[in-house]
T-cell receptor, first 114, second 112 residues
Framework: EAGVAQSPRYKIIEKRQSVAFWCNPI?????LYWYQQILGQGPKLLIQ????????DSQLPKDRFSAERLKGVDSTLKIQPAKLEDSAMYLC????????????FGSGTQLSVL | GENVEQHPSTLSVQEGDSAVIKCTYS??????FPWYKQELGKRPQLIID?????GEKKDQRIAVTLNKTAKHFSLHITETQPEDSAVYFC???????????FGKGTKLSVKP
């Protein structure tokens, strides 16, 4: 079984630039999550999708972050414009149903904002 | 909302010793508690999990205990090996927020 795929693996941008991350969950997993992990901290949920609908985006900074999962499969997370404090690992995860099911993480995208 | 506290933040043990990491949670409605291991620069990987209807679960050298009354759960690693060195995260799921809340992590170092 293929795991959660993410790209790019690394990204370096300057502040005020835009960046996009892509995620393809495990086949058949209905729930997809985007987490932000700042160095030395635990992952923090940004947004949760169930199929192509948003379940929770309460911690997503909507003035600069956006995410979509149009066909209920892969997803993109965008930051526009980026700030220095956005430097972090962005992890995508998926689970079969979401309600207490096991989460499987992708390898993440390490973002550095200069 | 749910809040997960994890202790200690760093833990150093000799190879062969046991390691214990403790977490507390605030929302009594939380019902699922996974533990993740994250090696440097890699993805978090689920190593063991426990649901609220179980008090203890064991998988070879790893065990997790849950005390619902006190709202705390612990990870126990016996006969530690250098390859156990990593950051370990506890998490709690459920409750009013309905998503997984992570602790801040414990950096475990196993010295040969």
């Amino acid at each position: 079984e293929a795991g959660v795929a993410q790209s790019p693996r690394y990204k370096i941008i300057e502040k005020r630039q835009s960046v996009a991350f892509w995620c393809n969950p495990i086949s058949g997993h209905a729930t997809l999550y985007w987490y932000q992990q700042i160095l030395g901290q635990g992952p923090k949920l940004l947004i949760q999708f169930q199929n192509n609908g948003v379940v929770d985006d309460s911690q997503l900074p909507k003035d600069r972050f956006s995410a979509e999962r149009l066909k209920g499969v892969d997803s993109t997370l965008k930051i526009q414009p980026a700030k220095l404090e956005d430097s972090a690992m962005y992890l995508c995860a998926s689970s079969k149903q979401g309600l207490g099911e096991k989460l499987f993480f992708g390898s993440g995208t390490q973002l550095s904002v200069l | 909302g749910e809040n997960v506290e994890q202790h200690p933040s760093t833990l150093s043990v000799q190879e062969g010793d046991s390691a214990v990491i403790k977490c507390t949670y605030s929302d009594s409605a939380s019902n699922y508690f996974p533990w993740y291991k994250q090696e440097l620069g890699k993805r978090p990987q689920l190593i063991i999990d426990i649901r609220s209807n179980v008090g203890e679960k064991k998988d070879q050298r790893i065990a997790v205990t849950l005390n619902k009354t006190a709202k705390h759960f612990s990870l126990h690693i016996t006969e530690t090996q250098p390859e156990d060195s990593a950051v370990y995260f506890c998490a709690a799921y459920g409750g009013s927020q309905g998503n997984l809340i992570f602790g801040k992590g414990t950096k475990l170092s196993v010295k040969p």
